[in-house]
C-alpha cells in the first residue's frame, strides 16, 4: 500500500481559500487513482473529489464543483486540492486517499492518509 501524508489545513476566513496537498510514498504513485474526502464529527465520510492515475478523468461532489479544483504532479508523488470561495459548511477534516482505479477511490479507497483539519469562520 501507499503511505499518504496530508498537509495545508488551517483556518480561513469564509471567501478564503487553502491549498491541500497529499505527498505519497513509494515509486508507483503515478499507477494509483487519487482523492479526497472529508469528514465532521458525528457524520459519515464524505467524498470531495477525484482524480485518474494520468489525471483524464476528475470528478468532484456537486457541493464544490466550481470553487475546488483537484490535480497531481506525478513526478513529485503529490495530489492537491485547491479550494477556493471556502464556506463555514467546508469546514471538516480532509483525507486524502488512494486505490489502484478510479471507480474504487471514489466507492471505497484501500489507502487513507492521517487527514488535516479545515475550519472555515463566517
Known amino acids: 500500500q501507499v503511505q499518504l501524508v496530508e498537509s495545508g489545513g488551517g483556518l480561513v476566513q469564509a471567501g478564503g481559500s487553502l491549498r491541500l496537498s497529499c505527498a505519497a510514498s513509494g515509486r508507483t504513485f503515478s499507477s494509483y487513482a487519487m482523492g479526497w474526502f472529508r469528514q465532521v464529527p458525528g457524520k459519515e465520510r464524505e467524498f470531495v473529489a477525484a482524480i485518474s492515475s494520468g489525471g483524464r478523468s476528475i470528478s468532484y461532489t456537486d457541493s464544490v464543483k466550481g470553487r475546488f479544483t483537484i490535480s497531481r504532479v506525478n513526478a513529485k508523488n503529490t495530489v492537491y486540492l485547491q479550494m477556493n470561495s471556502l464556506k463555514p459548511e467546508d469546514t471538516a477534516v480532509y483525507y486524502c486517499?488512494?486505490?489502484?482505479?478510479?471507480?474504487?477511490?471514489?466507492?471505497?479507497?484501500?489507502?487513507w492518509g492521517q487527514g488535516t483539519q479545515v475550519t472555515v469562520s463566517s
Open positions: 486517499a488512494a486505490d489502484m482505479t478510479f471507480r474504487t477511490v471514489v466507492n471505497g479507497p484501500s489507502s
